[in-house]
């Protein structure tokens, strides 16, 4: 009996087990962390895509050569140094061109005496013409060596023709320099100065008809760029498309009174075609690509007890600039869009926004 006894509360025991086995039961879903940002309206210059790179060019080149032979006396600058048009560089020893002067003076007032000599003689018909036109020739011949001579020690003093900054020295104080074949230096305007690229020829068209319309603006960057990226305007736009690469030169003029642009340096160019007005942008990191196009998750409130929530749409983008993307269709100023956790979400998924 005792036996029988439990047996049949184990039975009950085993019965009660298996009823509560067939209950419901609940699956409790932690929320997905997710970082977020605001779909923001604003405008967005219209660059070419990729920056082409180019490189910094001088706007003038000026290469300095003696016009006269001779000596360095004295040099009159540093190497590196900047100049302004007119500053003596070079002064080349005058004594030479002194001593051929005056030799030239004495034998001119010499010629002018015998001119005059023979001036009166044949206005009186006493010497023949040919006498007389032999006479001013030679009068004339010296004075043309004293204007030579004059002209010659001018060119003793080598000066600036150019406002610019100076390069490295080729000749130095004591060298006999020949003219003109010796190089002494080479001055670059650098301010303003140049910025020459190539773009593809399909961005010809764009160009013109912008530059019809205003002045288009260029940004400069180069690496280890400190500060704001020097700005200029496009100053020239080539004559001919090169046929072997399809491309077509540009040159871009920055006033470069920082100097932080340089003669020879590569530098990647921002040429800005146009501007959208009060575009809806999104960071880039936001958009995703799925097999039926483009989408990013907006993060929504439910009413009833404000638990955000995320919905799957999909956009139509435009251009990228700066890390954000416009959003040409599907996302609406103000909204939030989830930045980074995508691949955990799925529409209407709980989320929670985390700080960065």
């Known amino acids: 009996m005792k036996n ?10 085993l019965a009660l087990a298996a009823g509560c086995s067939r209950a419901p039961v609940t699956k409790v879903t932690a929320p997905v962390p997710v970082l977020t940002a605001k779909a923001i309206v604003t405008n967005v210059p219209v660059l070419i895509d990729p920056p082409p790179v180019g490189h910094v060019l001088p706007i003038l080149t000026v290469t300095i050569r003696p016009q006269i032979g001779g000596r360095i006396s004295t040099v009159n600058f540093r190497e590196g140094q900047e100049v302004k048009k007119g500053d003596l560089l070079f002064t080349i020893d005058p004594r030479p061109a002194q001593a051929a002067l005056a030799h030239d003076k004495a034998q001119l007032e010499n010629a002018q005496i015998q001119f005059d000599r023979e001036q009166k003689l044949f206005d009186q018909k006493l010497v023949s013409q040919d006498e007389f036109d032999t006479s001013k020739s030679a009068r004339d011949t010296l004075a043309a060596a004293v204007r030579a001579d004059e002209l010659n020690l001018e060119y003793c003093e080598i000066r600036a023709p150019i406002d610019g900054r100076t390069g490295s020295l080729q000749f130095h104080e004591g060298n006999v320099v020949k003219s003109p074949d010796d190089v002494l230096l080479t001055i670059n305007q650098i301010h303003p100065i140049y910025a020459a690229f190539s773009v593809p020829e399909k961005y010809l068209p764009a160009i013109q008809q912008q530059m019809r319309r205003r002045t288009l603006t260029v940004t400069a960057s180069f690496e280890n760029l400190t500060g704001a990226q020097p700005s200029g305007e496009l100053a020239f736009v080539d004559n001919s498309v090169d046929a072997t690469t399809g491309t077509i ?57 404000v638990v955000p929530t995320v919905d799957e749409r999909p956009v139509t983008t435009g251009i990228t600039y700066n890390g954000l993307t416009v959003v040409e269709k599907g996302v609406r100023d103000g909204e939030t869009v989830v930045t980074d956790g995508q691949l955990r979400l799925v529409p209407g998924v709980v989320v929670s926004i985390k700080s960065k």
């Open 249 to 305: 030169l540009l040159k871009a003029a920055f006033p470069n009174l920082d100097e932080k642009l340089w003669p020879g340096q590569f530098v990647q160019v921002s040429l800005q075609l146009d501007e959208l007005i009060n575009a809806v942008v999104v960071p880039s990191q936001a958009v995703q690509t799925g097999q039926n196009g483009q989408f990013l998750y907006v993060v929504t409130a439910n009413p009833t007890n």
């Open 4 to 13: 029988k006894m439990l047996w049949l509360v184990a039975g009950c025991v």
